[in-house]
Structure formats: structure tokens, C-alpha cells
């Protein structure tokens, strides 16, 4: 296993990608503000607020900067979070790992961009019981928070890219606003293989080499935009372990069979966690304990790591997360491990309640992004991690893949926690009690 120089590195990678029919820029293209990163080589005109064809359905952009949120909206992320993990994990045998912040960074740009039903659904998904402003509140305050971390390594970096070779106009005030909020760098390239590689290389930088490829080599030229969130983590554990705390073990597998693993072994941890369905223990990193590793160990020996996860409630993971206590000492074994992951999401996301958003049909409304016709194609996301005895290493990926409507015939409708066997796991925000990483082991 690769040696790591810090202990913690976690990186995420979100990308929003719209894309649409065929068009160059012509002499109709449209006028307005220029919108470009100072170290592109190229720019995109952008019509201004009030420089649209028909109505705009979503939120008012100019008065989302004086929203506020409160406690009710970060539980109810929070019930987004553990609502898609659990739709994850139920998805696959497979180790699992996403992060929901990555997802609520995209989707949460996107949404911004949204109308009507389409606005409704992603906020009841994301933010349920809350509203859009509420929501943009909280994704863009939770975005800077990940940049204020003193005394470890977390940032995050979020970029727009859009499509030279389009004519597809994309509202100046979005565009705005999605740089103020979310502090994202704009850049017009075109969708070949020579952009595709600058994106990607962006990506390739944004997450320490973690994530190499984002957006696809079959990329459609029609692409109208990509909009990537990446999120880097790297901290030292608050306390290394010491090579008399590392021996050889054996993990047992979700299939019934067995793997030898390297243990890291601890007789005098002093946070253990137990409710009725899982124990574990956390460990801090940095000097601060901004954030932790948590394990949770299924009570129920039966069941597979993703059988746990599948029926995890958000309730469950903050009565797991509340009933942190120093009261004992804490022997416990946790394996180095290493693990990749990927999803569709686009059947979980429906599911949970965003429909309209994938509708090719002229349902889906984002109508405060654009005067075109845009709906969501794929959601595709990545996850990497290796825990050994240096740290953590992890990276996620996740791809909004957007089309542009095109109205053409058709033909077809269209206390002891010994991680010796499957486990849950988390990288937790302390202050909140948020996952920013949560995936689960099956296999080693």
C-alpha cells in the first residue's frame, strides 16, 4: 500500500455537465457580460438578468444572498445524506463510499439554476421539510466552513466550464451568483479532446492526482456546461500508531470467505460509541479535533456492511454519533484497506424524490440557468480509499451529466470493536456531527 506523509487525505471531485444539440456560434450569437477565468485563453458571452426568453421559474438570484438557515435545515441534509448512502450501499454488494457534501455541492449549484417543480423536488430531496433559500444558505455556508479548517488540510475548489463551440447562453446573474456563493473559477474551452484534458486536468490538481478523469474521453461536442466541485482532506491523526500497534490479522469477508489483513491495533482508545444496532469507536485527527474517523460495527453479525447501511436511518447515525462517550477504555483492531467504488446515481436520486430534473420531455425546469431547454442525463460518482498505517487517503468524483432538450421526430417512445468483519465508517465534521465521507467495507 502506498505510504502516505499525512495521516488523513480525503479528496472529492463533483462535476456538473450539461449538454445539448449541435450548434455553432453563429451570427445571431447572443450579447452581454463576458465571463472569463483570467488564465483562459478564450471567453463566453452571457446574456444579463434581464436579457431572457421566457420566464423564469426559479428562486430570485439577487436575494439569496441574505437567506439564512438553522438547525432544522442541517438536520434535514443531514436526512439527505444517510438517505443516499443508504440507497447506495443498498445498490451493491460492493465496498461503498460517497460523500454527500460533494453531491450537495452539485446538485446545490445546479438547483440554484432550477424552477418550479424541478426547484421543489431537488430541495424536498436535499433539504426536506425546507426551502430553495434555506438550502442555498446552508450548501454555501457549509462550503466555506470546509476552508476555515486551522490546523489540517481541507479545502474546497469548485470551477465552471462552459462549451466555446455552443451557442447556448447561460444567465450572467447565475453565473454570478455560483462564484460568489460557491467561489467558482469560470472558464470557456472548447468540448474536444484537447478541453476535455484541461478540465480533467483541473480535476487531476483540484484533488492531489486523487482523480485523474471526471469528465469522459466521449464527451458530446453539445455539452453546454460542466460544473465541478472538488473537496481535499489531509490531516495527521491526533495520535499515530506505533509499530508495536500494527500486526498481521484476518478479516472475514461478506461472501463467507477470509483475507489477511494488516491490524492496527489499540488497547487504550478512549472514545467508544454503542447503540442497539452498532459499537464503535472514534479517533480524532489534527491538533484541533475538527474531525474524526468513526466506526461503526454492525451488532447483528449476520448481515453485510451494505445490509446495515441499506436500513440506516438519519436518526440512527446521530443517536450513534450522540452516544460518544470517554467512560471506557476502548480496545480495538481496525485493518488497512483499500477499496474503489462507483455508482450511477440516477435511479437512487430518482427515487429519493428528484424527478422532473431528469425529464427530456420539457418537464425538467431550469429555467433560472438558461433561456434553453436543459435537463439532467447522468449523475456518475467515484470514490477511492486507503487506510493504512500512515492515514487515510480517499477521493470521490461525482458527474452531472446535463442535455439540452431537442424538439425532433421521434420513431420510439423513447466496547471491544474488533473490525475483524464487514463495518461502516465516517469522516465526521465535530462540531456537527455531519459525514463528510461515509462508506462501508465488505471485503478486504
Not at 125 to 140: C, E, H, I, K, R
Request: net charge negative.
Amino acid at each position: 500500500m502506498k505510504k502516505m506523509i499525512r495521516t488523513t487525505s480525503a479528496i472529492l471531485a463533483t462535476g456538473m455537465l450539461l449538454t445539448g444539440c449541435k450548434f455553432g456560434w453563429g451570427s445571431e450569437r447572443p450579447d452581454g457580460r463576458v465571463t472569463s477565468d483570467p488564465d483562459a485563453d478564450t471567453v463566453v458571452s452571457v446574456p444579463d438578468a434581464d436579457d431572457k426568453t421566457g420566464e423564469r421559474t426559479g428562486m430570485d438570484i439577487a436575494g439569496i444572498g441574505n437567506a439564512t438557515y438553522d438547525q432544522d435545515t442541517e438536520e434535514a441534509y443531514l436526512d439527505f445524506a444517510i438517505s443516499l448512502y443508504s440507497q447506495c450501499a443498498s445498490s451493491s454488494d460492493e465496498n461503498t463510499m460517497i460523500s454527500p457534501a460533494s453531491v450537495l455541492f452539485a446538485l446545490g449549484m445546479t438547483s440554484a439554476g432550477a424552477g418550479g417543480n424541478t426547484l421543489d423536488q431537488m430541495v424536498d430531496t436535499m433539504a426536506p421539510g425546507q426551502d430553495a433559500y434555506s438550502l442555498q444558505a446552508f450548501a454555501g455556508d457549509y462550503n466555506r466552513r470546509l476552508n476555515e479548517a486551522a490546523d489540517i488540510t481541507l479545502q474546497s475548489a469548485n470551477s465552471i466550464w462552459l462549451n466555446e463551440l455552443n451557442n447556448v447562453s447561460v444567465y450572467g446573474d447565475f453565473l454570478d451568483y455560483v462564484t460568489d456563493t460557491y467561489d467558482a473559477q469560470v472558464s470557456s474551452v472548447a468540448f474536444d479532446p484537447d478541453g476535455i484534458a484541461t478540465m480533467n486536468g483541473w480535476v487531476d490538481d483540484a484533488t492531489n492526482g486523487m482523480i485523474d478523469q471526471i469528465v469522459p474521453a466521449d464527451l458530446d461536442p453539445t455539452a453546454v456546461m460542466i460544473l465541478i466541485n472538488a473537496v481535499a482532506f489531509d490531516a495527521e491523526w491526533s495520535d499515530g500508531f506505533s509499530e508495536d500497534m500494527i500486526h498481521n490479522g484476518i478479516f472475514h469477508n461478506s461472501d463467507g470467505t477470509t483475507s489477511d489483513v494488516t491490524m492496527l491495533h489499540e488497547n487504550e482508545g478512549s472514545i467508544y460509541l454503542e447503540t442497539g444496532l452498532a459499537t464503535g469507536f472514534a479517533r480524532y485527527y489534527g491538533e484541533d479535533n475538527d474531525y474524526y474517523f468513526v466506526a461503526m460495527l454492525p451488532e447483528d453479525e449476520s448481515v453485510s456492511a451494505n445490509e446495515f447501511a441499506s436500513s440506516l436511518t438519519a436518526d440512527d447515525f446521530r443517536e450513534f454519533i450522540d452516544s460518544m462517550t470517554t467512560e471506557y477504555n476502548v480496545i480495538y483492531e481496525l485493518p488497512e484497506f483499500e477499496s474503489d467504488y462507483n455508482i450511477l446515481m440516477n435511479d437512487v436520486l430518482t427515487d429519493m424524490g428528484i424527478e422532473d430534473a431528469f425529464m427530456s420531455d420539457g418537464t425538467a425546469d431550469f429555467s433560472n440557468m438558461s433561456n434553453f431547454e436543459l435537463y439532467i442525463n447522468n449523475v456518475i460518482h467515484k470514490t477511492h480509499i486507503e487506510v493504512n498505517r500512515e492515514g487515510t487517503s480517499a477521493a470521490a468524483a461525482t458527474a452531472v451529466e446535463m442535455d439540452l432538450r431537442c424538439v425532433a421526430p421521434s420513431d420510439s417512445d423513447d466496547r471491544y470493536v474488533i473490525l475483524d468483519r464487514p463495518f461502516a465508517y465516517a469522516i465526521v465534521e465535530a462540531s456537527t456531527g455531519l459525514p463528510l465521507f461515509i462508506g462501508t467495507v465488505n471485503t478486504l
